[in-house]
């Protein structure tokens, strides 16, 4: 019976690494990515696909991967995020001219006149945005943002809020984090996470700069520092995540 389980425990954690596979079927899927540093575990590698398979906090993960994106630029890390976590709860979106008569949030129309007064075009085009001003755009949707700078959390609150939103259905979590921290290549990112182990204390991030990270399990640990870190476009502020929920929260 154990021998029984454990093939169980494979084929499944096969199984969701073949559908996100499939649901990555673009261009920018197949390109040659970076190399992971040790700290870090592909997605698709054995031990990242039994992280998932024993993951009990992954209600997250199949509404984010039917709606895994790609970052258009390299500075809409955070508009591709967004993007992502709105179809994902399935608030209303606009129209889309070139799928007419069908509605989606894309990375072009969830820019607004309301997100301009935020963050106009201009300087996303140069530095992306920051934690609170992925807090203040998802605001202008009829959702619920709570913005968590590092430096006002600790690990353990980190841990037990985001692994908690992970499990409950219509509830997401999206981390700004610095890659250098992570042991990755440079500046600042932003992307949504889809699961967390509780045995490997490991968080799931599904990177949208798919053209050069895969999908990547981080400890616990070296998220958070990677997250409480100072980001120089937000007055000096840490960096940290958002919970995203529907307005009932439920």
């Known amino acids: 019976m154990p021998l029984l389980i454990g093939r169980r425990v494979t084929m499944s954690a096969r199984f969701y690494s073949l559908l996100l596979a499939f649901l990555l079927a673009a261009p920018s899927a197949f390109s040659e990515t970076l190399k992971l540093p040790d700290n870090l575990t592909g997605f698709s590698s054995p031990a990242g696909e039994s992280f998932l398979a024993e993951s009990m906090a992954k209600e997250a993960y199949f509404p984010l991967a039917s709606n895994f994106l790609t970052q258009k630029t390299q500075s809409y890390c955070g508009v591709a995020s967004i993007v992502m976590v709105l179809n994902a709860l399935n608030v209303p979106a606009p129209a889309v001219p070139e799928y007419e008569p069908y509605k989606t949030f894309t990375q072009d129309n969830v820019l607004s006149d309301r997100t301009e007064t935020i963050l106009p075009r201009q300087v996303l085009d140069k530095q992306g945005m920051t934690l609170d001003q992925i807090g203040a755009i998802l605001s202008t949707q009829p959702i619920k943002a709570e913005v968590r700078h590092a430096s006002d959390a600790s690990l ?76 120089s476009d937000n007055e000096n502020r840490t960096r940290g995540y958002v919970l995203v929920s529907s307005p009932s929260g439920e």
Do not use: C
């Open 156 to 231: 353990e609150q980190f841990r037990t809020q985001a692994s908690s939103f992970l499990s409950k259905p219509g509830h997401f979590v999206i981390v700004n984090y610095l890659r250098k921290a992570m042991g990755q290549e440079r500046g600042g990112h932003i992307s949504p996470l889809a699961a967390y182990d509780e045995k490997a204390d490991r968080f799931l991030i599904l990177d949208v700069a798919r053209y050069k990270y895969p999908p990547v399990w981080v400890t616990t640990a070296d998220l958070f520092a990677a997250m409480n870190t100072v980001d």
